[in-house]
C-alpha cells in the first residue's frame, strides 16, 4: 500500500557519496569564511588602534582555541580553495566520469588537510 506522506530522512544515517561530501563541506567552510571576517577586521582595526590595542589583538590569537581555530579557517581557505577549482572544472565538463569524480574528490578531501598539517607552523 503506497501513501503519500511525507518520508522522513534521518541525514545522519544516509550514505552520501565522497561528492557530496566535498560539495558540503565546500559550503560549510564558505560560511565559515563569511562569519570569520567581522571578527577579523574587528581584531585588525584593534590592532591598528595604537600599542595597546595591537597588545590586545596579539593576545587574542595567543589564545589556544583561537589558535585551534586558525588552523580550522586555513583548512576552510584550502578546501573552499579547492573544492571551488575542482566545482569549476566540473562545470566546463572535465572530470564528470564517476572515478574521475570520486579521485578529485578525495584528492580535495585529503589535499586541504595535508596542506595545512604541513603548513600548520605558518597558521601558529
Same mark, same amino acid.
Given at each position: 500500500?503506497? /501513501?503519500? &506522506?511525507?518520508? *522522513?530522512?534521518? *541525514?545522519?544515517?544516509?550514505?552520501?557519496?565522497?561528492?557530496?561530501?566535498? #560539495?558540503?563541506?565546500? &559550503?560549510? #567552510?564558505?560560511?565559515?569564511?563569511?562569519?570569520?571576517?567581522?571578527?577579523?577586521?574587528?581584531?585588525?582595526?584593534?590592532?591598528?588602534? @595604537?600599542?595597546?590595542?595591537?597588545? /590586545?589583538?596579539?593576545?587574542?590569537?595567543?589564545?589556544?582555541?583561537?589558535?585551534?581555530?586558525?588552523?580550522?579557517?586555513?583548512?576552510?581557505?584550502?578546501?573552499?580553495?579547492?573544492? @571551488?577549482?575542482?566545482?569549476?572544472?566540473?562545470?566546463?565538463?572535465?572530470? !564528470?566520469?564517476?572515478? !574521475?569524480? &570520486?579521485? /578529485?574528490?578525495? /584528492?580535495?578531501?585529503?589535499?586541504?588537510?595535508?596542506?595545512?598539517?604541513?603548513?600548520? @607552523?605558518?597558521?601558529?
Amino acid at each position: 500500500m503506497t /501513501t503519500n &506522506r511525507p518520508v *522522513f530522512l534521518d *541525514f545522519w544515517h544516509l550514505k552520501l557519496p565522497i561528492s557530496g561530501l566535498v #560539495s558540503i563541506l565546500h &559550503r560549510i #567552510s564558505g560560511v565559515m569564511l563569511v562569519v570569520s571576517v567581522p571578527v577579523l577586521a574587528a581584531m585588525f582595526a584593534l590592532a591598528l588602534s @595604537g600599542p595597546e590595542g595591537f597588545a /590586545t589583538s596579539a593576545a587574542f590569537f595567543d589564545h589556544p582555541l583561537i589558535i585551534v581555530a586558525r588552523l580550522l579557517l586555513g583548512w576552510a581557505v584550502l578546501h573552499h580553495l579547492f573544492a @571551488g577549482i575542482r566545482h569549476l572544472f566540473l562545470d566546463l565538463g572535465w572530470g !564528470v566520469e564517476l572515478p !574521475v569524480a &570520486r579521485t /578529485t574528490a578525495w /584528492t580535495v578531501l585529503f589535499a586541504a588537510i595535508v596542506v595545512v598539517i604541513v603548513g600548520g @607552523g605558518v597558521l601558529l
